[in-house]
């Protein structure tokens, strides 16, 4: 119980504490001698005491201002809160290619290397030939039977390759062969003669019957190996066929060589 008069006590004296001023008024700053003589004052009089020539309003405002202390901010030095080095992160993406950079200078030249090792000596460089050109000087009528054409006449036979007994041109390498053929017409028959590769005829050279006789031609490429032949043969007698010839000229002539010999 004598607790609790005591805290009533107290509080009684701080609620006296906050009323006083309410009651009796809060006291002001009381003015100093020279101000309260100078608000006496008539407007124009002056005191003895006062400066003798006070500020005007013009030179109040171009008054020097009283110094302002700069702002200051405070500084922290960041490499002083630093921490320890992270870990190292994922790559990216690796990004598109840049564009090519402009061609550099050339380079002095480099010293000059050892000599090589000679190679393997080649194989001897040979040329092949192979030709011919046969005519025949007698006309020629058509049989029952095919009728091999054979030649009276030599102009070129390059190491005996065509055979005048059998009218045959025999390859001598494997390669490829150009053979033409030019016979002249008889008048109103038939030119019907075949160019044969072995048993296979391979071109025709043919004219009509006409009231002229006419120089034909005929021509080809055959790939042959050696032991093949080439000859040339008047088709059977089915019709009135033949081709012309005299003792003066040579209207029948048969011709060829070798264009290409493939290496073994």
Known sequence: ??????????????????????VFGVPTEEPTFGES????????????CDPEDPLSPADTVNAVPPYVLPEVRPYINITILKGDKG???PSGTPGKPGK????????????????????????????????????????????????SLLFDRVFVNTDGHFDMATGRFVAPLRGLYFFSLNVHSWNYKETYV???HNEQAVVI???QPSERSIMQSQSV?????????????????????????????????FSGHLIKAEDN
């Not at 003589?37 to 003895?48: D, E, F, G, I, T």
């Not at 050696?226 to 007698?237: A, I």
């Open 1 to 22: 119980m004598p607790e609790v008069i005591m805290g009533t006590a107290s509080l009684g004296s701080i609620w006296a504490v906050f009323l006083l001023p309410l």
């Open 37 to 48: 003589v100078a608000s006496h004052l008539p407007k124009n009089c002056q005191r003895c």
């Open 87 to 89: 870990d190292r992160g």
């Open 100 to 147: 090519n950079g402009t061609r550099g200078d050339r380079g002095s030249q480099g010293i000059k290397g050892d000599k090589g090792q000679a190679g393997s000596p080649g194989s001897s460089c040979q040329t092949h030939y192979s030709a011919f050109s046969v005519g025949r000087k007698t006309g020629l009528h058509s049989s029952e039977n095919f009728l």
């Open 194 to 196: 075949h160019i044969v």
């Open 205 to 207: 050279l043919y004219a």
């Open 221 to 253: 490429m055959l790939p042959l190996v050696p032991g093949d032949y080439v000859w040339v043969r008047l088709f059977k007698r089915e019709r009135e066929n033949g081709i012309y010839s005299d003792d003066m000229d040579t209207y029948i002539t």
